[in-house]
């Protein structure tokens, strides 16, 4: 690795690192954290330089930017899902799952923020509606473990393999009607409960890889999406459902380390994120290695030198030339607890060739 293309972020999180997103549009970037707090960076200059940092009530697990540098939204273990203003600081809760919030989406084209919570539900935002008008809410089969969406499609990674993927514009077509919000008081803050909807996904799958899944990141081309498990194997699958498309699916191994003794320790895939530009993608493990791959030629294009501690997740930037990468414990090692300085955020400037697929020109 070239390290005067890398420089690590200065003030990072205390504690394990959950979620990192840049701006639509710029080199801002939102670092989620479980020390409770969400920390905005400026990326542009080398070390970079924390702007500010808000606050939350519990554990954060998700961070999104909305249609501008200035709106953000936060979720995680107090149950809530928040709009957060950068500008100001200020909060305003959305919508209360009854369990811990896993994941959010946000889609530009549509205007709806998708929450996943542990509770096994999705909860529909509409943000340009009234702000009196309540999420709509959707069951799921089974826990909710990683969400992303492309323009047209949103994907559901949940337990027991079970993979839902439901079309964005139907999706906000029927929960476009919900009725007069039911508020309840919270300790601190009022909650709007969500009004249940009923709506088939445009399609229902099983995972190609036979243990829990980790993450999931759909193609920037709206074609499909890679998986990732616990078990050091991405699977890459597309949406068309002709059997002719279906055949191209495929898993393979990855992020397995050999010990001493010659065994491979197979470690689990944290992260996956695509390149917005060259539709290549990025993995980080529980072994400190992020590598890209073509997932259309399936081919690994490079991996990097090792990280101090496992990835625990990655973004790219809107334009695709800057790749952040969350360093923190996962545990793998077997010993529990966050050691001081253990936890970092590295911004990678790709090469201009850095993260292009092996068959492109």
Known sequence: MNLASQYELSDPPS????????APASLRLLVASWDKNVYLYDTTESGGRLLQTFQHRAPVLDVCFGDSDEDAYMTGLDWDVRHLNLSTGA????????AGVKSLAYSSIHKILISASWDSTLHIHHLHSSPSTPPASITLPSKPFSISLTSTKLVVAMASRALH???LASLTSASSSSSIPQIQQNSDAVSIAAIPISLEPWQRRESSLKFMTRAVACMPNDAGYASSSIEGRVAVEWFD???ESQARKYAFKCHRQANEQGIDVVYPVNALAFHPVHGTFASGGGDGFVALWDGVAKRRIRQY???ASSVSALGFSGDGRF???AVSPGFEDGREGVGEGVVKVFVRELGENEARGKGMK
């Open 241 to 243: 459902p002709s059997s």
């Open 323 to 325: 790749l952040a990468v």
């Open 15 to 22: 504690d394990a690192i959950s979620a990192i997103k840049f």
């Open 305 to 307: 030198q090792r990280y």
């Open 91 to 98: 909060q305003t809760v959305l919508s209360s799952h009854t």
């Open 165 to 167: 993927i439901y079309d």
